[in-house]
């Protein structure tokens, strides 16, 4: 299976491990990764911001840069969501929208729902705290959302379940938002750190060792917090787990 | 009202300022929603009983002028005087004379946020009638001339030290005495004069039912009951959109509301409504206010759906940490960002973005409504009116110019990759950089993925 | 044109998408044993349950609820069961019930779902005695208990109807730092007895 690699702007320019761990998985599993070198942003700032004009171009270059991979996997639930509902506003009717909104897939959900993996060799003999992080959540419906009376389950707690040594935090407030948000996190300065404290303050009453989530955005934001802090909490997107990368010893 | 336009993070952070209480109240607001959370989960066939309500909401929606019509005729029928409002100055004037024709000098009033929304209160007392609000925690917060923070819980920004200040000042309770049983047996004491003296009970309505011409109020405390079964005057101040069609549908109803507002199994106290008693006389009166407006939106009318349950208000992490008063609305919080932008989006134009985008309020929600993508709607309406600042703009502008360019955006991280590592820290970190103030940037790696890609599928050929 | 016309055309000028009407019957929880859930969620919401195997028993049963037993005003709306303290039946004025301790009604049935029982104007010509009594006593039969919202609905009819309401507990309150007080405005205590059964 060939697929088109997704890589957000900001992964590629600030955590570019993350992306290639992302390949080394996916490689692992015998699919042929291809990055699109031409890729930028998926526009999700700007819409967010409610400039739509400023997205536009930005969903249509997306569009003609990925529209003929038969499918799109992306290290983001949140740039996933925005190419699953928000691109309908910019992209309604276009050719080969729809099967790029039905084939754009985060790292996860490919390897849960495509290639149907039940488990996930390796070891890795950590306290693991999961921040579900909200638009793979509620967005794409990585996990059960605490809100909805449903049966649990959790796309990335089940890809990590069959790792050696790994055990999970058991937190106060399964998936409250880590107030990153995007812009919002500037915008709202005061409420965005106090959510990212209180977070964080959760996964330190739990004995979390290592806190991970399916989006790297989150992570910047409580990792920033975090190194502030010096704290011993270290921070790993799903992929470097995945991939087998070791534990940091400081913060990115 | 007249604002000036608000400025929600300013607000907010002036909040969070005091880290006390920012704790005290989102853990009090957690604890409502975990209430909420076991409640819900105690019904087996809850997503269907959100189902049903949507579906029930969004059909009463769409034919809102019929079963207005069916409303009236039914409850007329039963000596009912069925009254029309389409603006708050209506609505007032119509409650007014009602008391006016009756000689009425003293009036009980339940919980009701239509009342709030239109001001019901200063425009009864600038004519020389009292007003008493009956809801503890409303009474509370009228005798402290402050407005409510929440509109389920409208006290639950006040410690009890300063209900206990606020009883010894009026009630004449004990200094010092902050005991909740202590000062709620007082407030019983006080407001029971208030009933006795009372000419006439005003309520708000949780639910009208087309099919029988009656209405429901749903309270705790059997204010509302008492208030208006002592007086022979009862007048009920509903919004068009609380009509449901059938008797029937108040099952789907009253099994979600107290569930989902405070995690009870049903309000102590819910009250049906159909005619007067002997010698008595009930008029309700039918509000617009804006409401037909919202309904031409198709991007926004899902709102009318709401029953001010408030758990929108109690899951928002947003909320729980910046307070009711720092939404400047009477209905605060998602449900009340989207109300207040749709009407007023100059001055409310930060409300849509004090907000995560995290969607626990669409998911919480009794009747669906999409508030989280309504919030993100109303940013597109407020950056197309310009209403939005212009260092945003501009920033937007100049963030798409550089992804629309690939080799821009490549050189632009390159530069920054570059000279990063070098500044000095007074230079990244000062009162400019809103993300520095409390967070580390990351910290810049050497080269890009997209470099390190070419450079590994240059090697493996 | 009047407020009511011009509210009904600007709701009739903009035509929006028809949405069905969905059916009222569902696959609703039904508890094996519907008194036991009655009985538990009404202590849960701070009431309390007595049973009297029967009529006749009735009067034992009051006279274990302490809070009748100390009342001197008392309303009984129960057949054989006297008033005390004052000719409450011809109370005209409802503010000449604000006197009273302990009130007895019959309700028309409970609801195992959440504890609440049904009573109509039919039954207590005075509504106001619900809610400034003191204390409030409700008899129902133990085999009128439905099992949801749904059943009680279809139980009721409002065709000739003034006044009806489920009470479900006391009086409560939260509103003072989401510490919960019994006994807000209306009745301090209530307890449901179950006539028969067990």
Not at chain 2, 34 to 57: C, H, N, P, T
Not at chain 2, 86 to 105: G, K, M
Not at chain 2, 156 to 168: M, R, S
Not at chain 2, 417 to 443: D, H, K, S, T, V
Request: glycine content about 8%; hydrophobic content about 40%.
């Amino acid at each position: 299976m060939r697929i088109g690699l997704f890589v957000p702007c900001y992964i590629d320019q600030l955590y570019p491990d993350v992306a290639l761990a992302t390949v080394e998985v996916l490689e692992q599993l015998g699919v042929e990764v291809e990055f699109p070198t031409e890729q930028t942003c998926c526009g999700q700032p700007m819409a967010n911001t409610g400039c739509q004009h400023e997205t536009r171009p930005l969903a249509q270059k997306f569009l003609r840069i990925f529209r003929d991979y038969e499918r799109v996997v992306c290290p983001s639930g949140s740039c996933v969501a925005m190419v699953r509902h928000q691109y309908e506003d910019y992209l309604h009717g276009e050719p080969g929208f729809e099967h790029l909104r039905a084939n754009t897939f985060e790292l996860c959900e490919f390897l849960v729902d495509v290639l149907k993996l039940g488990r996930f060799e390796g070891a890795f003999p950590h306290q693991v705290g999961i921040h579900q992080s909200c638009h793979g959540l509620r967005g794409l419906r990585m996990a059960h959302a605490s809100e909805l009376i449903e049966p649990m389950y959790s796309k990335m707690r089940q890809l990590l379940e069959s790792l050696e040594g790994i055990r999970f935090s058991q937190l106060e407030r399964p998936d409250e938002c880590c107030g990153f948000g995007g812009t919002f996190a500037i915008n709202e300065e005061a409420v965005s750190c106090q959510m990212g404290l209180d977070r964080l303050a959760d996964h330190q009453r739990a004995g979390t060792e290592v806190l991970t989530a399916p989006d790297m955005s989150c992570l910047m934001h409580l990792a920033g917090l975090l190194r502030r802090q010096n704290s011993h909490i270290r921070i790993m997107h799903i992929a470097q787990i995945l991939a087998g990368r070791e534990v940091p010893n400081g913060h990115r | 009202m007249a604002h000036a336009n608000i400025e929600h993070a300013v607000d907010a952070a002036r909040f969070i300022d005091n880290q006390e209480r920012t704790h005290w109240h989102d853990q009090a607001l957690w604890f409502v929603r975990v209430k909420r959370d076991r409640a819900a989960g105690s019904v087996a066939e809850w997503e269907e009983l959100r189902s049903r309500a949507a579906q029930i909401k969004r059909h009463t929606m769409s034919r809102l002028a019929d079963y207005l019509e069916q409303f009236e005729e039914q409850a007329t029928r039963r000596g009912v005087h069925v009254h029309w409002a389409r603006t708050a100055e209506d609505h007032n004037r119509i409650v007014l004379e009602i008391l006016s024709r009756h000689h009425v000098e003293r009036v009980v009033k339940s919980k009701s946020m239509l009342t709030e929304e239109c001001h019901l209160n200063p425009f009864l007392e600038r004519h020389g009638i009292e007003v008493v609000d009956t809801d503890l925690g409303e009474r509370i917060v009228q005798l402290r001339k402050e407005p409510p923070s929440h509109i389920v819980l409208p006290a639950i920004h006040i410690k009890k030290q300063e209900v206990g200040e606020t009883f010894h000042q009026h009630l004449g309770t004990e200094k010092g005495a902050s005991d909740p049983n202590y000062l709620t047996e007082a407030a019983r004491g006080h407001l029971r004069s208030k009933f006795m003296a009372a000419e006439a009970g005003i309520t708000g309505v949780n639910f009208a039912v087309a099919e029988t011409g009656g209405f429901v109020v749903c309270t705790n405390e059997g204010n509302a009951d008492i208030g208006i079964s002592l007086p022979r005057l009862h007048i009920a101040c509903m919004g068009i959109e609380k009509l449901i069609p059938r008797a029937a549908d108040l099952a789907v109803f009253t099994r979600l509301l107290a569930r989902n507002a405070t995690g009870q199994p049903i309000t102590t106290y819910t009250s049906h409504f159909h005619a007067a008693p002997p010698g008595g006389e009930l008029h309700v009166v039918l509000v617009d206010h804006g409401r037909s407006a919202l309904r031409t939106s198709s991007k926004f009318r899902e709102a009318l759906c709401c029953i001010r349950c408030g758990a929108c208000l109690n899951t928002c992490p947003v909320y729980r940490r910046s307070g009711g008063y720092s939404y400047h609305a009477t209905i605060p919080g998602p449900i009340g960002s989207v109300l207040n932008a749709t009407q007023d989006a100059k001055t409310y134009h930060s409300l849509p973005y004090a907000c995560s985008l995290c969607g626990s309020c669409s998911d919480v929600c009794p009747v669906k409504i999409p508030l989280d993508q309504q919030l993100l709607a109303l940013r597109g309406e407020i950056a197309e009116q310009k209403y939005l600042p212009l260092s945003k703009r501009v920033l937007m502008k100049l963030t798409s110019f550089v992804m629309c360019r690939t080799w821009l955006f490549n050189l632009s991280g390159k530069v920054a990759r570059r000279i990063m590592p070098w500044m000095p820290r007074f230079l990244i970190y000062n009162r400019l950089n809103a993300w520095g103030r409390q967070r580390e940037i990351p910290e810049f790696p050497k080269q890009s993925f997209r470099e390190l890609y070419k450079k590994r599928h240059e090697q493996s050929r | 044109m009047s407020s009511r016309d011009k509210i009904l055309s600007d709701l009739r000028a903009e035509r929006i998408p028809d949405v069905a009407l969905p059916p009222t019957a569902g696959n609703w929880t039904v508890y094996d044993d519907p008194r036991q859930q009655f009985v538990q969620v009404l202590e849960a919401v701070g009431g309390r349950a007595v049973t009297a195997p029967d009529e006749g028993s009735l009067e034992t049963a009051l006279s274990g609820i302490d809070v009748y037993r100390q009342a001197a005003r008392i309303w009984s709306l129960l057949p054989g069961i006297p008033s005390a303290g004052g000719n409450w039946s011809e109370v005209t004025d409802p503010h000449d019930l604000e006197t009273l301790e302990c009130c007895l009604v019959p309700g028309e049935f409970g609801v195992a779902e959440n504890g609440a029982v049904w009573i109509t104007h039919t039954i207590i010509p005075q509504r106001a005695a619900l809610f400034v009594t003191q204390h409030l006593i409700l008899v129902i039969n133990a085999d009128q208990l439905v099992h949801n919202m749904h059943e009680a609905y279809d139980r009721i009819s409002f065709e000739q109807a003034q006044f009806g309401i489920f009470i479900s507990g006391p009086s409560k309150t939260a509103d003072i730092e989401q510490s919960l007080v019994i006994g807000a405005h209306g009745a301090r205590s209530l307890t449901v007895v179950l006539l028969g059964g067990r």
